[in-house]
């Protein structure tokens, strides 16, 4: 059963949306503010989160951006605000989809499927690289078959090189995708978190392209 993390501060919705998705045969939490919505990610990841824009405490969009530090889970923003620069915001954080205020639940579940089967097609669910294996839906790194302990941010590193093996990432690009255009500064973070990575999953695992930035080598 599909479970649903629905993060909404309005009661009313809340469980008019819950009691909707329920009967579409979704399994369906809640949370009322953006701090409960962080601790129920935390205490177990969802398969997909619906998270409004507007929350008490850590608003959607900031709760979007920790979500992704750590997780790739499809998210869907709703809220009554329909500017473009709202849309924008929300997208850039991490969001798969956005929907607006008031909206019928039917084609919320709809969201919900469809951003679920894009989740499942985008990519294979372990890729392999000689020794080390990234495993996309549980958000594990191993190598040789052990566990290797990850910080959420050399974990999204991993992901951004494995979702690119063989193609050569510049500093710059690291710093965007990584990061969430959130570090405007000195781009030796990416060194210091690439040499991190390196001593975990093997020093020869990440070339150095010189004059360009880093390659994950695909054997």
């Known amino acids: 059963m599909?479970?649903?993390?629905?993060?909404?501060?309005?009661?009313?919705?809340?469980?008019?949306?819950?009691?909707a998705?329920?009967?579409h045969g979704l399994a369906v939490r809640t949370a009322a503010d953006g701090l409960a919505g962080l601790a129920a990610v935390e205490t177990r990841l969802p398969d997909v989160a619906v998270l409004d824009v507007m929350l008490p405490h850590l608003d959607g969009?900031?709760?979007t951006r920790r979500i992704r530090e750590s997780a790739g889970i499809p998210i869907i923003m709703i809220s009554a605000r329909t500017d473009a620069i709202d849309v924008i915001n929300a997208l850039e954080a991490g969001a798969d989809d956005y929907i607006t205020k008031p909206f019928e639940l039917g084609v919320l579940h709809a969201r919900?499927?469809?951003?679920?089967?894009r989740a499942a097609a985008a990519a294979p669910a372990v890729l392999t690289f000689a020794d080390v294996t990234v495993d996309t839906?549980?958000?594990?790194?191993?190598?040789?078959?052990?566990?290797?302990p990850l910080t959420p941010t050399e974990l999204k590193l991993m992901l951004e090189f494995a979702a690119n093996a063989g193609i050569v990432l510049s500093r710059d690009t690291l710093l965007q995708n990584v990061w969430d255009y959130a570090w405007d500064g000195d781009?030796?973070?990416?060194?210091?978190?690439?040499?991190?990575?390196?001593?975990?999953?093997?020093?020869d695992?990440?070339?150095?392209?010189?004059?360009?930035?880093?390659?994950l080598r695909r054997t």
Do not use: C, P, W
């Open 21 to 23: 998705l329920e009967r």
């Open 187 to 203: 781009t030796r973070v990416v060194d210091v978190h690439v040499q991190r990575l390196r001593a975990k999953i093997g020093n």
């Open 205 to 215: 695992r990440i070339e150095t392209v010189r004059g360009f930035g880093y390659k």
């Open 137 to 148: 839906q549980s958000m594990e790194v191993r190598r040789g078959g052990a566990l290797v």
């Open 61 to 63: 969009v900031s709760l």
């Open 2 to 19: 599909t479970d649903v993390l629905l993060v909404e501060d309005d009661a009313v919705i809340r469980e008019a949306t819950q009691l």
């Open 112 to 117: 919900i499927r469809a951003v679920l089967r």
